[in-house]
Each structure stands twice: as C-alpha cells, then as structure tokens.
C-alpha cells in the first residue's frame, strides 16, 4: 500500500523566492495535515483539512505560508516570499475519520533557505 | 509554548536495558495520548496510545502508564534493543478523533549494544 507521498524531499532555495511542497494524502483518508518540524520548536501543526476544506489553520505562521487542497489526492503547502527562518522539514500526513485517530506521516520534505 | 512537556531530551541505554520516558500536561480536557515514533529521515510513525480511562496500557515491550491525578503518563521500553533507536514523541489532544495533537519536544533514545 502506498503511505503519504510528499515532494520534494529535499529543497534548498534562496530568500525571497517562493517555495511549493506537495502531498498525496493515503486513498480514502478523509483528513490532511500539514506540520512543520524544528529543533527549536518541534512538532507544530500549520494547517489541516476535511474532506478538502480548511478546518483550522490557527498555526499556520504568516500570510507568507498558504495551502491548498483542490482535490481528495493532492494538497499543497506554498511559502512565498521565503525566509531562512522558514527552514525545516515539513510532513504531510492523512488520517480517516472514525478510525483510531492515527495520524499517517510523510517521509517529509525537508527545507533550506539560504 | 508546548502544552505537553517531555523529558529526557535524548537517553543513552544498554541493550536488554528499560528506557524511560516522561510526559506531562496540564489541560484537563486532554482525553487522548498517542506515542509516536520517529526514525531518521523518516515520519513519525504511531507506537501506541492509551486513554485516561486506564492506567496501563501493553504492546509487546512497549508500555504506557498513565496517572490522571498527577496528569502525568510515560512510556517504559522493556529489553531495550539497536533496532529501538529513534525519536520518541508523546502527545495530546481532546479526543481520538480531535486532530489538534499537542506534541512533547520528543527524546532521542540510543541503545547501544
């Protein structure tokens, strides 16, 4: 079974220039996450979705941060203009409503702003 | 700033030893507490979870005991093994199905052996 794929793996990109990283949600998965990890701050939820509707996107830092959620199979977490402060790795992960509340994480794409 | 703390940060441990991990929170509310691991360059991944309707929870060599009173719960690692080396992540939210989790900073354990 394919889990949650996320791309890229691996970005680095200059300040000021605009960042889009992709997810594929696991099939049927009713729920998409979006988290950004750091040392400094760990694990923080940005934004997360139902059935392709923004719920809640209280973490999601600044208005430089947008997501996307155009259909079932595909979400996308843009940056724009980009700052070395953005630096980190971001995880997608999907969860089914009703199930265990497991959360199913992305291998992540990890961020460098130079 | 985090609502569940956890400590250590990181734990070095022998093989066949028990790792011990410490989490504690202070909403009330919190009804779920998932443990998630974490190997590098990967996702976290769901180790096991309990509710606080129970004060222990078993899943092979891994263990959670929690303490509603002390709002406190920890994860033991019974014969630690190499393969157990990773990230380990307590957490919170509402309810099973309430997808704020609030996360602990997570602790790197090592087993050597």
């Known amino acids: 079974d394919a889990g949650v794929i996320q791309s890229p793996r691996h970005e680095v990109t200059e300040m000021g220039q605009e960042v889009t990283l992709r997810c594929k949600p696991i099939s049927g998965h009713d729920y998409l996450f979006w988290y950004r990890q750091t040392m400094m701050r760990g694990l923080e939820l940005l934004i997360y979705f139902n059935n392709n509707v923004p719920i809640d996107d209280s973490g999601m830092p600044e208005d430089r941060f947008s997501a996307k959620m155009p259909n079932a199979s595909f979400s996308t977490l843009k940056i724009q203009p980009s700052e070395p402060r953005d630096s980190a790795v971001y995880f997608c992960?999907?969860?089914?409503?009703?199930?265990?509340?497991?959360?199913?994480f992305g291998e992540g794409s990890r961020l460098t702003v130079l | 700033q985090q609502q569940v703390k956890q400590s250590p940060q990181s734990l070095i441990v022998q093989k066949g030893g028990i790792s011990i991990i410490n989490c504690a929170y202070e909403n009330t509310a919190f009804d779920y507490f998932p443990w998630y691991q974490q190997f590098p360059g990967k996702g976290p991944a769901l180790l096991i979870a309990i509710r606080p309707d129970v004060s222990e929870k078993k899943e092979g060599r891994f263990t959670i005991s929690f303490n509603k009173s002390a709002k406190q719960f920890s994860l033991h690692i019974m014969d630690s093994q190499p393969g157990d080396s990773a990230t380990y992540f307590c957490?919170?939210?509402?309810?099973?199905?309430?997808?704020?989790?609030?996360f602990g900073a997570g602790t790197t354990v090592t087993v050597r052996a």
């Open positions: 957490a919170a939210s509402m309810s099973f199905n309430d997808y704020k989790l609030s």
């Open positions: 992960a999907s969860s089914l409503a009703g199930d265990t509340g497991e959360l199913f």
